[in-house]
């Protein structure tokens, strides 16, 4: 595998069960090193794209090439590069987990790989519960298994399908420092999550898929930029005269309220305005979100 070599492109990809189409002919990219966003609401798609990714279900159309290999051609190749954490739980009834770490080790062909073991026992702090059964582990510390499992082999790409669902804030927190490490360690992160802000934040790129078609794929800040408007409050020390202009939302007692185009300056608008500044006493501003870009497209909160 080239260092330019896309870790995983997706081409023209449907995926029907009976009728029902889920897929509709998605098409991206994902870069080296990257990572990357799949957002969209539930029922999206993103799952079943995913599955197909990971070898799980059979395309009805189109392909999944990882590091250029088609993986209906080559899924033994797929599997050796590629770590993937589901959305679901698994139980591994009453084996712990260094021995499910260790077995999952043997399924590579890795059978010394007590210093990777430890690494991801230590920074998933799960060292001191290492000899626990899988039952008496939290349902963070499962989370926290699912991932090592997934890591356990060295991947180059690592699929994450709603790896903090359901997880408390400080588990959340350590697992997205978690992924910045691995992305600063060369590997490259597909990513879905319902907690946008959180993508925002992470995210290189995203693509956004609704009811199974791909709507758009960008920079994430640059289709925050594109798609979405900054508010500007206006706080003023005196009530105003009923003022006039295009781009007013709401005109309240001692404030003017307004919607401006990323691309427009406040003191452009504050030009327009024409305001004797003695008369302002505050200015608030709120920048534009993935959020708010996202329901731009979707037309519906995730």
């Given at each position: ?287 534009g979100s993935l959020e708010d870009a996202f329901q731009c497209i ?5």
């Open positions: 595998m080239s260092a330019d070599q896309s870790p995983l492109e997706i081409k023209g990809l449907r995926k029907s069960y009976g009728s029902f189409e889920a897929v509709k002919g998605v098409s991206f990219d994902v870069r080296p090193g990257e990572i990357f966003g799949l957002l969209g609401p539930n029922g999206a798609g993103k799952t079943s794209i995913i599955s197909v990714v990971v070898t799980l279900e059979r395309p009805s159309a189109g392909q999944a090439l990882v590091f250029g290999q088609d993986v209906q051609v080559n899924p033994r190749y797929t599997k050796s590069v590629i770590g993937y954490v589901p959305q679901e739980i698994i139980n591994h009834g009453f084996f712990n987990v260094e021995e499910i770490l260790s077995f999952y080790s043997g399924y590579f062909g890795k059978r010394k790989n007590q210093d990777r073991m430890e690494w991801i026992l230590q920074r998933l702090q799960l060292w001191e519960h290492r000899k626990k059964k899988v039952k008496q582990l939290s349902g963070g510390m499962k989370r926290r298994l699912l991932i090592a499992k997934a890591l356990v082999h060295e991947p180059k790409l690592l699929l994450l399908d709603e790896p903090t669902a359901g997880v408390d804030i400080e588990l959340r927190c350590s697992l997205w420092d978690f992924v910045v490490e691995l992305k600063k360690m060369g590997v490259t992160i597909l990513l879905t999550t319902h907690y946008l802000e959180e993508a925002e934040k992470l995210c290189d790129r995203v693509a956004i898929i609704h009811q199974g078609e791909l709507r758009c794929v960008g920079e994430t800040h640059g289709l925050i930029h594109e798609l979405t408007q900054r508010q500007v409050v206006v706080v003023l020390k005196s009530e105003l005269k009923p003022i006039r202009h295009p781009l007013l939302v709401a005109q309240r007692e001692h404030e003017l309220e307004f919607r401006l185009p990323a691309s427009m300056a406040v003191g452009e608008l504050l030009l327009e305005l024409g305001l004797d500044m003695a008369v302002v006493q505050d200015l608030r501003i709120s920048e979707v037309g519906e909160k995730s």
